[in-house]
Structures are given as C-alpha cells and as structure tokens.
C-alpha cells in the first residue's frame, strides 16, 4: 500500500522526473520568450496543434488534439500553419536538450508559459501527454467531415472552409460542433488575440506584412509593445489587433473601437460577429468591463483547449 502510494504521492507533490523535466523545460523556453519575444507564435503553435481535434472521432490519434503531430510536415504544412515552422524550431533545441519531454507536452508548456510571460493567468495545466510517432498519424488536411481543408482549423476571414455564409456560423462549426467549446468559451479563447499579429504573407488576412517597410506602425522595430515597457518585437511587421500585442490582458474586448477606426489595427469579420451577435456579446462586454473574470475564464478555456484528444500517460496526468 504503501509503494502504490508513494508513485501518486510523488506526482501531487511534483517529485514526479518527468515533472522536474518539464519545470526544466520551462526555465528554457522563459529565455527563449525573453530573448526573442516570441510569445504569439508559441501560442498559435499550440492551438493549431489542438485545434485539429474532431470530437465526432473517437479514436486515437484519427481524433487529432493535443498529440504533437503538427511537428510533422502533412500538418506543418497545411495552409493554416504558414509560419508556425519557426516555432517548431524554436522548441527543436529544448526538445533535444529534453528527450524524454514529449512534444504534445512541449508544445502546450511553451504555449501556458507564453501567456504567463505575457502577463496573462498562471494556467493549471496536466501534462502526461503521450506524442504520434510519425507523419502517418496526422490528421488528414480534407479527414473531418464540413470541413474542405486544413483538418477543420479556422479561417481568418471568407471564404470560410466548413462553407458557412456567416463568421458566426463558422465560429461554432469549428469550436463548437468540431471542437466543443461553449459559446462563452469562444468569446474568451477570441481574447488571446490580444496576443499577435496577422501577416499578408501568411493568412492574407491584412495588408500588412514582414520587415519594416511592411509593418504597421505598431509592428514596427521601435514600438514597444511587452508587458514590461521593455524594447524588442521580435520579427518586425505585420499587423495586430492590439498596440501592445505582447501584452496579455483584456484590451482586445475593452479597446475594440480603437482597432475598428484604426487602419493600422486588425479587426476580422470574426471579431465583429463577437461584439454584434446576441450570445457572443454578453460574453465580450462582460471581458471588456473586468479583466478578472476574461482572465478566470480564458484559463480554463485554454486548459481545456490544451487537452483536447490527448491521451495521457498517466491516464490521470500530472501537474508541474
């Protein structure tokens, strides 16, 4: 009884190795995050690694989620994922330097580590996470059902992929009858976009695009857009939907209007919908009135994300 204890015991107490190694991994990738200001790009890397998961699909790994699987190239290259190949190889060296981490877990630490940094919520996360294997265990880019391509991930802007008339429509085909989610847990999940920026070379979704000349003039090198007031953007360009867009907190909901007049912010189709539509908008002026609650609720929306079609080693996870 009690060397049975003792395993369980380890793990709620963070004696678990496979725990240290993950508190190890964290240290590094704080310094990968500090140093190149990558925070967005580490985000979208984790969620578009879940963001493949079809609850209709039962089985593992044909179900997608939060396996690892778009470390390989059918998922990395994939329409939706333009970009994402460099945080990838950011995370390339901790894994080696971590073998035993396995990349769903790596991929979704550096994602919670990234808002933390950012100055958003500490998220709970359970690691255990167990990774496909090969490129044979990616989700197909035409594999669920309404969906023409890109494994079901969602668009930025029409045409919309599942066919939906209406960004509401495709805002809950995707996060909700493929996902899951709730209609409140869109509207706080949509907050993260507080985080980032969209690039013509990537999405198309905005005009603007990489390097100086391109950039909006919030994305330019000499903004300053980190929680701490600190320089340094990262990649220079693009365009965000926030002028501090390294900086996690409710701005995206509270300063709407800002980015709707401006033409050196972002505002999709699928952003408008959430403060128009008669659900989302409950949902989105509440966030904007009180950070406390977007910050209560986006944590347990991203934790959820972060587990979606994971299968877990233990069965019952660990904590770090």
Known sequence: MG??????????????????????????????????????ILVRLAWHDSGTYDQRIKDWPQRGGANGAIRFDPEMNMGANAGLDKARGYLETIQKNHPSVSWADLIQLASATAIEMAGGPV?????????????SQCAGPA?????????????????????????????????????????????????AHTLGRVFKERSGACPFGYGEQSASKYTKGNCIARKDGKSGVGMVGGGAWTKNWLTFDNSYFANYKDAM??????????DEVLHNDPEFKKYFYKYAGDQNAFFQDYALAHKKLSELGAKFDPPSGFEI
């Not at 969602?154 to 066919?163: H, K």
């Not at 007049?261 to 699928?270: A, C, G, R």
Request: hydrophobic share 35%; glycine share 10%; proline share 7%.
């Open 3 to 40: 060397n049975a204890c003792s395993n369980g015991c380890f793990a709620m107490l963070g004696g678990n190795p496979k725990a240290a190694e993950l508190r190890a991994c964290k240290e590094e990738i704080k310094t990968l995050i500090e140093t190149r200001n990558c925070h967005p």
């Open 143 to 191: 594999s669920r059902e309404g969906f023409k391509g890109n494994a079901g991930l969602p668009d930025a802007a029409p045409p919309f992929g599942c066919g939906a008339q209406k960004p509401e429509e495709h805002l809950r085909n995707v996060f909700g009858k493929k996902m899951g989610f709730t209609d409140q847990e869109i509207v706080a999940l949509s907050g």
């Open 123 to 135: 998220i709970k996360m359970k690691y255990g996470r167990v990774s496909v294997t090969d490129p």
């Open 261 to 270: 007049d401006d033409d050196d912010l972002i505002w999709l189709p699928t």
